[in-house]
């Protein structure tokens, strides 16, 4: 989707002339619930041509390819012998069973819950990349570093907030 009735918001190049009210009620017209459902909101500013075509600092495929395989591997191994197969169909009971967090996480959540206001659905959402990402990181342990990333990737829970 577009972030802004305009699409110009964030791009350096164009202004944005929307009013507040012109932005929330084009916010409104997507409902919490939906949004709840979508695993990952990143906004992605506009790409001026000179840095599609430039060469550096693109993310190196094969390495993101080596470590997403390592992290399907992980989740193979974790869930063996259940009807589960990925980190996205976790829920409920299983939730907890394979995203245990520390103290430190509870705390930090407690936190972000209270700054964002986030839904019972987007903290399920966010627990479950969180997993994901430590899996990516080849780490057992779900870490605050990986929940503060997983929060990141709810650009509009956060937004919403504000
Ligand atoms: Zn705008």
Same mark, same amino acid.
């Given at each position: 989707? =577009? ?22 009620? $084009? ?8 949004? /709840?459902?979508? /695993? ?7 790409? @001026? $041509? =000179? ?13 993101? %390819? ?5 992290? %399907? ?19 409920? =009971? ?5 995203? @245990? ?22 903290? #399920? ?6 997993? #994901?990402?430590? /899996?990516? /990181? ?14 990141? $990737? ?9």
């Amino acid at each position: 989707m =577009k972030p802004h009735p305009c699409g110009f918001r964030g791009d350096a190049r164009h202004e944005c002339v929307c009013t507040d009210v012109k932005v929330l009620s $084009y916010r409104s017209k997507l409902s919490g619930p939906l949004l /709840d459902r979508i /695993d990952l909101q990143v906004e992605v500013p506009a790409v @001026p $041509y =000179k840095d599609l075509k430039a060469e550096t600092g693109r993310v190196d495929s094969a390495l993101m %390819r080596s470590r997403v395989l390592g992290a %399907r591997t992980v989740q193979t191994e974790r869930f063996t012998g259940t009807n589960i197969r990925t980190n996205s169909q976790l829920s409920g =009971k299983a939730l907890g069973v394979y995203c @245990p967090i520390g103290e430190d996480c509870h705390r930090f959540l407690e936190m972000a819950n209270q700054r964002l206001g986030l839904s019972a659905r987007a903290h #399920t959402r966010i627990l479950r990349l969180a997993r #994901t990402i430590a /899996d990516l /990181d080849s780490m057992t342990d779900i870490r605050v570093e990986h929940l503060a990333e997983a929060i990141n $990737y709810r650009n509009l829970d956060r937004q919403g907030a504000s």
